[in-house]
């Protein structure tokens, strides 16, 4: 399965963006995780391929929302009330297999919210 991340840009804090995450075939688990310089790698949010239920850092919360388009295998992150502290590369990820790791990972896009 390949991943690819696309969506991320400059926005001033407040706004909004939205990013996409296209698979190249069936998924379990999907998943958004990010990495801002200096510091370590974050899990954002993720969702499950059934029932489709979502789980978010308390950090996103009430803010970011998760979603997934199943028949054309593709995941999203609208992410509104961004804060200069959203500042990263976030990536999107899927498990293997029910229940495994994020065992695949897209390129990364890049987001920056400026003050």
Request: charged share 15%; glycine share 14%.
């Amino acid at each position: 399965v390949q991943l690819q991340a696309s969506g991320g840009g400059l926005v001033q804090a407040g706004g909004s963006l939205r990013l996409s995450c296209a698979a190249s075939g069936r998924t379990f688990t999907t998943g958004w995780f990010r990495q801002a310089p200096g510091k370590e790698h974050e899990f954002v949010a993720a969702i499950s391929r059934g029932a489709g239920g979502t789980s978010y850092a308390d950090s996103v919360k009430g803010r970011f929302t998760i979603s997934r388009d199943n028949a054309n295998s593709l995941m999203y992150l609208q992410m509104n009330s961004l804060r200069p502290e959203d500042t990263a590369v976030y990536y999107c990820a899927a498990r293997d297999r029910l229940g495994g790791d994020y065992a695949y990972w897209g390129q990364g896009t890049q987001v920056t919210v400026s003050s």
